[in-house]
């Protein structure tokens, strides 16, 4: 029996069960509409819901600020030398002495993203190419550079800017909220075990 056949009995059986009730619309439904409101301050609502669940959100105005907030964040870590696969940020922040590398051997990655969910504290990535995928995901800490007009409320609004900004959408769509957590082992939950365990997104506000 195909596939088309079985779907058309299961159905006949179901409406010949006294007990069942169809109750498939007539007609679609209206278009979905998110019962939670639109936030007044996208800005503000992105810092609050990212650093409730973990993550740390700088705010910044121009990039000088942050090449600062950056630079002075590695000289907490020890210095460490930072894994970057974007030509641009790396320029900027080579030009300022922080050592960045194209390399997923580092302690901490910086990579760009696309939009700043404000509903959730999520931020979307997108990669071209295993590495900037994996850049994401092989540090301990990573650190997004953002700008403003990158926020959206929700993220049906994320991916619509998404589409329009790119007429072939990229190989891979990320959507991170927080460090890395889970709680495969007896419910406990654990920092870092999948991905870093610090978040960190700078966001020029007046960008």
């Not at 779907?7 to 409406?15: C, F």
């Not at 329009?164 to 957590?181: A, D, N």
Request: proline share 9%.
């Amino acid at each position: 029996m195909s596939s088309g056949n079985s779907r058309h009995e299961i159905l006949r059986r179901l409406k010949s069960n006294p007990g069942f009730a169809w109750d498939a619309p007539e007609h679609p439904p209206e278009p979905y509409h998110d019962m939670m409101p639109r936030p007044d301050d996208l800005m503000l609502a992105f810092k609050s819901e990212l650093e409730a669940v973990g993550g740390e959100v700088y705010q910044c105005s121009g990039t000088p600020m942050i090449v600062e907030a950056i630079s002075q964040l590695l000289i907490k870590l020890n210095s460490p030398p930072a894994c970057c696969f974007d030509a641009t940020i790396s320029e900027v922040l080579s030009s300022h002495g922080i050592n960045v590398k194209p390399e997923l051997s580092c302690e901490v990655a910086i990579t760009p993203c696309e939009y700043l969910i404000a509903r959730s504290g999520s931020v979307m990535v997108t990669g071209f190419s295993e590495t900037e995928r994996a850049a994401c995901i092989s540090s301990n800490v990573h650190l997004l550079v953002a700008k403003g007009s990158q926020l959206r409320p929700f993220l049906r609004d994320a991916i619509e800017s998404l589409k329009l900004q790119y007429p072939k959408l990229p190989p891979w769509v990320g959507i991170i909220t927080g460090p890395s957590r889970s709680a495969d082992i007896e419910k406990t939950p654990v920092i870092g075990v999948h991905g870093p365990e610090r978040l960190i997104v700078f966001v020029d506000k007046d960008a």
